[in-house]
């Protein structure tokens, strides 16, 4: 059971980046997904989630507008569009799974390795 977040790089302020979540053995349709990012020396705090039931999703405040999350269930893949970046947007991206959607870190397991997104000039 593995997840594996994916798409990060280097980008200008106002750029735009699309995250992949992947899973290798299991079905990420099975449960909420969150993406969470972790900037040096502050908590981890979370960005997106979508549930399971109906793929409802929910954003932080922060992100609003700007972030779109999705699941292709065929590709076992849920995706995170980020556009109009900003430098406070700079972190390392996971994503994780839980049994619903919450935007608390503290709810999620399986987390995979993170993707680094940078932004700045």
């Known amino acids: 059971v593995q997840l594996q977040a994916s798409g990060g790089g280097l980008v200008e302020p106002g750029g735009s980046v699309r995250l992949s979540c992947a899973a290798s053995g299991f079905t990420l349709d099975d449960y909420a997904i969150g993406w969470f990012r972790q900037a040096p020396g502050k908590e981890r705090e979370g960005v997106s989630c979508i549930s399971s039931s109906d793929d409802t999703t929910y954003y932080a405040d922060s992100v609003k507008g700007r972030f779109t999350s999705w699941r292709d269930n065929a590709k076992n893949t849920v995706y995170l569009q980020m556009i109009n970046l900003r430098p406070e947007d700079t972190a390392v991206y996971y994503c994780?799974?839980?049994?619903?959607?919450?935007?608390?870190?503290?709810?999620?397991?399986?987390w995979g390795q993170g993707t680094q997104v940078t932004v700045s000039s």
């Open positions: 994780a799974t839980a049994t619903r959607a919450t935007m608390n870190f503290r709810d999620y397991a399986n």
